[in-house]
């Protein structure tokens, strides 16, 4: 009994340190394709929240944008998200054989008065592999 | 106790006149006149006069007069009560035994269980104070929408959605012969187009992302190219804090002063990036070329001030 619990404590600890480790690799590793990324929002005249972002690769990449753009709101102190923005229904995002992209959409609040950003999820591939990273936007009251 | 009449009933060795005649005396008594015979007898018989037939004969008389309820042997008792019993609550004999392996079982799923949690527990706090936001992202909702992980979906209010605007075309003009020319239209004056590039890099395009009627957004992209790998020379319009993200490696941070403006030179994994900053504008030039070389772009830019 008590060598079974060992032997499933020593594994969930072992497990736990395998997944730990790309937790905290992640920040520290540099981008082989990735130079750059930015993303920033404003109020728009309409009332809209728009979001700009732009991501610059190295090389010319088969495939370069936003795969998701998650618009959270700051309720209850804390950021909630409030719309996921997806390649899906917005293929703008997304470019092909190019070396840098960039574009901003709008996005309608469900509130007013409360603070929002935006959280943007950037990557670019090519046949070698793929990085990716999360830039997020300093936030604006709407 | 059929045995005891049969006994009884047999010979009777020592009663006052024939057996029979007494045993129908007896049997004509009554069942309290017997019993007060039967304890005359037994107080006035000492062990000279003792005749255990003469009890017997009473015995037996009481018995036919008031039987005696069956007794059932202990054996036979004990089944019985087990058979009644079973009728009510089923009896299984091997249940202690399955009782206490259940006990077990579950003992150690709950002890397992609880270790479970308490990793699982410990792991988030430590990814939290690694700066992943795993307590806030364990459960969100709004007014119409409720989620485990992250919410993704605004509800069935589809109005609400998103209308898309791309960058205002009007700030890209098609064809910038230089990036000065840019610079120029934008007014920008705290930079100039560097005239000093490796021999083989050539301006490829000129593109700036602004917001329509709005300064907030103002990025000027130049990109050079020697024919595989790009160069570009980055301009962001940044009145109170930075935007970008620079990709690095851990190797430590290289600077140089220029027109009393320091010059950051960041190395990554397949390129380098030079970056500085004016009181409105943020400037990088990035790409596949050495430190010195990106210095030496850098103050080409600055040359004629």
């Not at chain 1, 109020?43 to 495939?63: P, R």
């Not at chain 2, 799923?109 to 699982?120: H, M, Q």
Request: one cysteine or more.
């Amino acid at each position: 009994m008590c060598k079974n619990i060992t032997k499933v404590v020593i594994l969930l600890l072992a497990v736990l340190m395998i997944v730990s480790t790309p937790a905290f690799a992640m920040d520290m590793r540099a981008s082989s394709r990735i130079i750059s990324s930015s993303a920033r929002v404003r109020s728009g005249d309409d009332s809209n929240l728009w979001v700009y972002f732009s991501i610059t690769a190295s090389s010319t990449m088969d495939n370069i944008g936003a795969s998701k753009i998650v618009i959270q709101r700051y309720s209850d102190s804390h950021w909630v998200p409030e719309c996921v923005l997806t390649s899906e229904d917005f293929p703008e995002i997304q470019a092909s054989d190019v070396s840098r992209h960039s574009t901003s959409i709008s996005y309608k609040p469900m509130y007013s008065g409360y603070k929002y950003r935006a959280v943007v999820s950037v990557y670019a591939s090519d046949s070698s592999g793929i990085s990716s990273t999360s830039v997020t936007s300093r936030h604006i009251m709407m | 106790m059929k045995n005891k009449m049969s006994k009884q009933c047999g010979n009777p060795s020592n009663h006052p006149g024939g057996g029979d005649v007494f045993t129908i005396m007896l049997d004509a008594m009554s069942v309290e006149e017997l019993t007060d015979g039967l304890n005359v007898i037994l107080e006035n018989m000492t062990e000279e006069n003792y005749d255990s037939s003469l009890i017997d004969a009473y015995l037996a008389a009481l018995d036919r007069k008031d039987p005696i309820p069956q007794i059932s042997d202990s054996k036979s008792s004990l089944s019985d009560f087990y058979q009644k019993t079973s009728q009510i609550l089923p009896v299984h004999k091997e249940r202690p035994a399955i009782f206490c392996h259940r006990l077990w079982y579950i003992g150690s799923i709950g002890l397992i269980a609880s270790v479970v949690v308490i990793c699982l527990m410990s792991s988030m706090v430590v990814a939290q104070a690694a700066g992943l936001d795993v307590f806030g992202a364990l459960a969100h909702w709004t007014d119409k929408v409720f989620s485990l992980g992250t919410i993704q979906s605004i509800g069935a209010d589809d109005e609400k959605m998103v209308a898309t605007e791309g960058v205002n075309p009007e700030c890209n003009k098609p064809n910038y012969t230089s990036l000065q020319e840019a610079l120029d239209e934008y007014n920008i004056a705290e930079f100039s187009e560097p005239t000093w590039f490796p021999e083989e890099y050539t301006l490829e395009d000129v593109k700036i992302d602004c917001w329509p009627n709005d300064g907030a957004l103002i990025s000027i992209v130049a990109t050079y190219s020697d024919g595989t790998k790009p160069l570009y020379v980055t301009i962001e319009h940044s009145p109170d804090e930075s935007y970008a993200q620079m990709e690095k490696t851990d190797a430590p941070i290289e600077t140089f002063v220029v027109n009393g403006i320091t010059v950051y030179l960041l190395e990554n994994i397949s390129n380098n990036s030079a970056a500085w900053a004016t009181e409105n504008y943020e400037f990088y030039i990035s790409g596949s070329v050495e430190k010195q070389v990106l210095e030496q772009i850098v103050l080409s830019a600055y040359a004629h001030s």
